[in-house]
């Protein structure tokens, strides 16, 4: 604190030597000084007064300038600067308390020039630039939660709305992606036909030359060949043109899978078979699961047609799966099951895993809007708590079943035909 009267700031010298209490007037003049002649006087005047500064001698009778560093930093004023005072030859005494929290030191030489000023100076100042740096973080932090906590509200405000939005920002990146995709594979595609047609040609007739000259083969194109090792390339074109189709015909079905999965033609609720959404859903993730190296096993059971909205199913689908991906680690399986329910018109989607399991203080938020444990950036905390109200619309239901260090299972319950759904 800086004394109200005259603006000057208080400064407790802890010195039991009178002499060096007269130097100390001298050299500290501009200060408001008050004076302790014992640790544990100084330490009781820091406890009833407040000071600025405190100037400590470290070689006081019965107690040391480290044991009076200690109190005053274990006592009400923790962050009070203190300059130490040590005699001369004492520097590594006082680097020692520099590292315990002491602000300066200086020497008992050093008590008659300006040094001793000086040093309570830069002390006083450090600490006001650390309070006014603590005072600005804490105003930082203060606005952060401020602006954390109206985001949140804006999130919840817009809840409602992520899903639909969801959907269709991914469909409208799905129809980009596969109409750029198309129109370059068709044309490839198309090449890789003629090029089979032509290259299959020229194999032959290259073959023919080579029948039909034989021994005359001229030297020059006998040594050309053997650069290439034409005989080894005659004999693979079939395996490279049959290896590049395959590729894009894989190509073809990810493109597929990508417009299935959205369902982009598909905005409300239809009649489809329940497996076929496990499978473009699988399909969507099999690069996560590579990339985890995780084991993933389908088991799909006969299953009448749904109605349902399939780019919504889908949703859930990769909710559920992307968590058990996440949840695992490397080297653990996660299994899709269908099963159906003839004896209620339902039919089920389990999604199971053999990770962590979730703790059971948990699982009661796991369905929150927001309510995530992962890193931040990682997760929205929004997964759950769409799949939860999707299946809901459904008419239908979600459930839980885990075991810590054993796994855990979702069950997703579907009504075949719901009471919005024609005859």
């Known amino acids: 604190m800086i004394d109200q009267a005259d603006g000057r700031s208080r400064v407790l010298v802890i010195e039991d030597s009178k002499a060096d209490q007269s130097v100390y007037r001298r050299t500290l003049h501009e200060f408001d000084l008050s004076f302790a002649d014992s640790g544990e006087s100084g330490l009781a005047r820091i406890a009833a007064e407040p000071f600025d500064l405190v100037v400590l001698d470290y070689h006081l009778p019965r107690m040391n300038g480290d044991e009076v560093l200690a109190g005053i930093r274990a006592g009400a004023s923790p962050e009070l600067p203190v300059v130490i005072v040590t005699g001369g030859g004492s520097e590594n005494v006082a ?18 020039t300006p040094r001793v000023a000086s040093a309570a100076r830069g002390a006083l100042e450090r600490h006001r630039l650390e309070l006014a740096r603590r005072r600005a973080e804490e105003e930082l932090r203060r606005r952060k939660d401020e602006l954390e906590a109206a985001l949140r509200q804006l999130q919840e405000a817009q809840a409602q709305l992520v899903q639909s939005e969801k959907m269709a920002s991914l469909g409208q990146l799905v129809a980009g992606v596969a109409h750029e995709i198309n129109n370059p594979l068709s044309y490839v595609t198309n090449n890789v036909a003629v090029l089979d047609r032509d290259v299959r040609i020229v194999a032959s007739l290259l073959a023919g030359y080579r029948a039909h000259l034989g021994d005359a083969t001229p030297g020059s194109l006998r040594e050309a060949g053997e650069r290439v090792d034409i005989d080894y390339t005659l004999a693979n074109l079939d395996r490279l043109l049959r290896s590049t189709r395959q590729g894009l015909q894989r190509v ?43 084991t993933l096993l389908v088991e799909t059971s006969p299953l009448a047609p749904a109605w349902c909205n399939p780019g919504q199913i889908n949703q859930v689908l990769l909710n559920l799966l992307m968590n058990a991906i996440q949840a695992v680690d490397a080297g653990a399986t996660i299994a899709v099951r269908t099963r159906s329910l003839p004896e209620t018109g339902e039919f089920q989607i389990e999604v199971a895993d053999d990770g962590p399991g979730i703790p059971e203080e948990i699982r009661g938020k796991i369905f929150d809007p927001f309510f995530t444990t992962k890193p931040q950036g990682v997760g929205t905390g929004l997964g759950l708590w769409i799949s939860y109200n999707v299946v809901e619309e459904h008419e239908g239901r979600i459930g839980l079943a885990t075991e810590p260090g054993r796994g855990t299972t979702f069950t997703v319950t579907l009504p075949v035909r719901t009471s919005r759904d024609p005859a």
């Open 95 to 112: 680097v020692d308390l520099l590292r315990r929290g002491a602000s300066d030191y200086v020497t008992k030489d050093e008590l008659h």
């Open 252 to 294: 073809g079905e990810i493109v597929a899978g990508l417009r299935d999965f959205s369902r982009l033609d598909e905005g409300g609720r239809k009649q489809v078979d329940p497996n076929e959404a496990v499978r473009v859903t699988v399909e969507m993730i099999r690069y996560q699961v590579r990339q985890k190296d995780v």
